[in-house]
C-alpha cells in the first residue's frame, strides 16, 4: 500500500516504468525523457520553494520530473499529458502522492495552464521540442499569472531568450521574452542526458515576470514591429519597417540602424507609434 504522504523510495525504478508501459519516445511528439534522478531533483530546486506554489507540468512522459516536484514539496502538480500511454504511468505515481497529483490528458496547445491551478502558480517542465517556444509565445500573453516559469529548451533557444542586443542571438524571442520576464540560465544539459539523445544540448533557464513590463506597449503592436525589423534583419530600420509606415528617424531612432541593435525599449517605441498611426 502507498505510504500518506508518498516518497520516491515507493516507486520502481523509471526505466522499469517505461518497460512495462511500453514508452518508447516517439518523435512526433517530441519526446527526450530524463531518466536522471539528480537532474530532475536539480530542476526542481531551480525553481525554488514549493511548498505553496502549484505546479502545472507540460509533458511529464514517465514522470521523472513530476516525482521530483512532488518529492521537493509542491503543494499540488497538474500534469498536461497528450500521450495516452502515459496516463497509466502518471497515475501509479498519482496513487503514492493522493491528493496532490492531476493528470489532465490533453494537447498543450489548446489549454491555458492559468486555468488549472490557482496562484501562486508556477509552470516547470521538460518541454517537447517541438512547440516550446510556441507554448511559451502563447502563456506570455498572461505572464503576470505566474509566479515564475522554470523550462528546459534546446540552448540554442535558451540563447535566444537570454541574447542582448548586438549579438547574434538576439531577436523577436529576446524582446518579447525580456520585455516581459527577467531571464535567467540555470545550467546546460548534455544531451546524453535523455532517453533518446536528442541531436543538441539543452538549458534550463527560469523567467520571472515583471511587476511592470519594461516599456508601455502593446504586445500585439510589439510583435508587429519585431516581425517587420526582424524579418529584414540584414537591412536599415528604414526600409525593414517602410511596410508599417514607420519612419525611425521622426521617433528619435537612427534610421541606418539594424533590428538587432535596438533595445527592447526602443522596440516599445516603435510599437506605441504603430498604435497611434493605428
Known sequence: MPSEQGSASDLPPLRQVIARHGLTARRKLGQHFLLDLNLTARIARAAGDLATTNVIEVGPGPGGLTRALLDAGAAQVVAIERDPRCIAALAELAAIYPGRLRIVEGDAKTIDPVDLAAPPRRIIANLPYNIGVPLLLSWLGRAADYAGLTLMFQKEVADRLLGRPGSK?????????????EVRREFNVDRRAFTPPPKVASSVVTLTPRRQPLAAANMADLERVTAAAFGQRRKMLRSSLKSLDLD???LGLDPTARAEELSVEEFCVLARALAVAG
Open 169 to 181: 542571438d538576439y531577436g523577436r524571442l529576446s524582446v518579447m521574452v525580456q520585455w516581459l520576464c
Open 248 to 250: 525611425p528617424q521622426m
